[in-house]
């Protein structure tokens, strides 16, 4: 198995604590996606060839989230880091990015009639809310410009980006994410099928309100009420805590500031691949790894735009509103 010199000498010397900060999730999360790895067919058809060993689970994963973790490294250096030459560092990120997406259905379960009962408790309990189960919200991730519809994520800074969007649950971990690609999942149905007529999500004032999506009163078109104010602070309470989730991801996987490269598709998968990344990691690991939010520029108020816009029934999504705000008279 072909291991570099720095994964066999220097990585099993570094403590728990330099662990994470080099690959942004602990020995253990690694070594649950290197058992993973090893089962998919795609790692099973490496064979060593014209004298050269097969790269090693470790490599794979460890340079792989180095990858992710270093946003001022090139490939080039990645690849010198763990003795690859740029090619294989290319086949090495797809197989591992391919592996930990079909990890998905283990770290990003959807939520159970049980979890829904648990969220809307503790939501409750956070916001004086009855009968929440998450948040919506999302942010924008600065691309290169895309070989596919380069127009339609062109913004008017002259800057191109993709739209990321999630359902947040109370412990701050993604149920579900979006990413804006065609054929992806549409936000909004998602919303409709997961709650039903009996729950709802909480987001910011650019989603509509819906029946199963309360969002704030417009503070710029009327003056508010102090039942409005109150109902408003209340929600957003909790909504600016999990959106701290995209500023934390960033944090964690800074390939995020900006994705390079032109497959559309490919950027996509490594986003998601960091959301599921993040649900991997332990409640120790994310506090510890809070300590580099401070480096970092606050993150940008989320504006939703979507071109497929589902249909919504806004006025009975207003009634429900009005009717929690009436408790606040």
Request: aromatic share 8%; net charge positive; with cysteine.
């Amino acid at each position: 198995m072909h291991f570099s010199h720095y994964i066999r000498n220097v990585v099993p010397k570094y403590s728990d604590e330099e662990f994470l900060r080099q690959f942004r999730i602990g020995r253990k999360a690694v070594q649950m996606i290197c058992n993973h790895l090893e089962t998919t067919s795609a790692y099973k058809k490496l064979r060593g060839h014209g004298g050269y060993e097969a790269i090693s689970p470790q490599t794979h994963v460890l340079s792989f989230l180095w990858f992710l973790g270093h946003d001022k490294t090139s490939y080039r250096d990645v690849a010198t880091q763990f003795n690859l030459s740029v090619s294989c560092l290319h086949s090495v990120i797809c197989r591992v990015a391919d592996a930990i997406l079909s990890m998905k259905h283990i770290l990003m379960i959807p939520l159970s009639e049980a979890r829904k009962t648990a969220s809307d408790i503790a939501f409750s309990k956070k916001c004086n809310f009855s009968g929440v189960i998450g948040c919506v919200g999302g942010t924008q991730i600065k691309i290169d410009k895309p070989r596919e519809n380069p127009e339609r994520y062109l913004l008017t800074t002259g800057h191109y980006s993709i739209q990321l969007q999630a359902i947040i649950d109370e412990n701050l971990r993604f149920v579900d994410v979006f990413v804006e690609y065609p054929d992806e999942p549409e936000l909004l149905e998602t919303v409709k099928r997961i709650c039903g007529n009996r729950y709802c999500l909480l987001g910011n004032a650019s989603y509509p309100c819906m029946n199963q999506l309360l969002v704030p009163y417009p503070v710029d078109e009327v003056l508010l009420t102090q039942a409005q104010k109150t109902y408003n602070d209340h929600l957003q309470t909790v909504t600016s805590q999990c959106n701290q989730i995209f500023a934390h991801l960033k944090t964690r996987f800074r390939r995020l500031h900006h994705l390079k490269g032109r497959h559309l598709s490919r950027m996509v998968d490594l986003i998601k691949v960091c959301c599921i990344l993040h649900n991997l990691a332990s409640v120790a690991e994310l506090k510890q790894l809070e300590g580099d939010m401070n480096q970092l520029p606050p993150e940008p108020i989320f504006t939703y735009i979507s071109e497929t816009r589902a249909h919504v029934d806004i006025v009975h999504g207003q009634q429900k509103r009005d009717k929690i705000c009436a408790k606040y008279q």
